[in-house]
């Protein structure tokens, strides 16, 4: 299996700071790497896809960068709606596998 | 306008089975890939299984391989998640999820308890 390790585990942010959040994978993988935001008590919500894309309606402070095993999540000027959980997931061999998670507070 | 719901998560004893359902609607469901992803209580994410196209091929995690299976019912546009032989580790929210770009569409999870 694909093993998905997320650092850091914790990230301390304040309105307005960038922040990066790095995923690297056991093994190398193309372009299928996702990320994903979740809050308590709610369903993730894609950010991400195809390492790099922007899904609808996402801010444009969030990019994906990266390639073979090693992958960021970049937050430009941190706002107060994105303190929650990140998770990076691979979906090019199965079985699919999420990192441990990466949660941003203040 | 894509909705998933989740239904049919409980309490129940090791070793029993369930079924869990997801609805959904706003999209030809025959079209996409159908995943279902857990959470247990305070930890990460972790994909179960999926299915594409309406049941042309299905996938499973190491970890419920054997004891889950996944099936759709076209007509109603329902996806399943047969549950059987539960474990205490299998304890947590059960999501259903769309597979387009990544995980585009997800449902509000629905709880299953495993315990004696």
């Known amino acids: 299996d694909i093993q998905m390790t997320q650092s850091p585990t914790t990230l301390s942010a304040s309105v307005g700071d960038r922040v990066t959040i790095t995923c690297r994978a056991s093994q190398t993988i193309s372009n299928w790497l996702a990320w994903y935001q979740q809050k308590p008590g709610k369903a993730p919500k894609l950010l991400i896809y195809k390492i790099s894309i922007p899904e609808s309606g996402v801010p444009l402070r969030f990019s994906g960068s990266g390639s073979g095993t090693e992958f960021t999540l970049t937050i430009s000027n941190v706002q107060p709606d994105d303190f929650a959980t990140y998770y990076c997931?691979?979906?090019?061999?199965?079985?699919?596998?999420f990192g441990q998670g990466t949660k941003v507070d203040i | 306008q894509v909705h998933l719901v989740e239904s049919g998560g409980g309490v129940v004893q090791p070793g029993t089975s369930l079924r869990l359902s997801c609805e959904a609607s706003?999209?030809?469901?025959?079209?996409?890939?159908m995943n279902w992803v857990r959470q247990a209580p305070g930890k990460g994410l972790e994909w179960v299984a999926n299915?594409?196209?309406?049941?042309?091929?299905?996938n499973y995690a190491d970890s419920v391989k054997g004891r889950f299976t996944i099936s759709s019912d076209s007509s109603k546009t329902t996806l399943f998640l047969q549950m059987d032989s539960l474990r205490v580790e299998d304890t947590a929210v059960y999501y259903c999820a769309r597979k387009y770009t990544g995980f585009d569409q997800w449902g509000q999870g629905t709880l299953v308890t495993v315990s004696s």
């Open positions: 706003g999209f030809d469901f025959n079209n996409y890939g």
């Open positions: 299915m594409w196209f309406g049941g042309t091929s299905e």
């Open positions: 997931q691979q979906y090019d061999t199965y079985p699919w596998t």
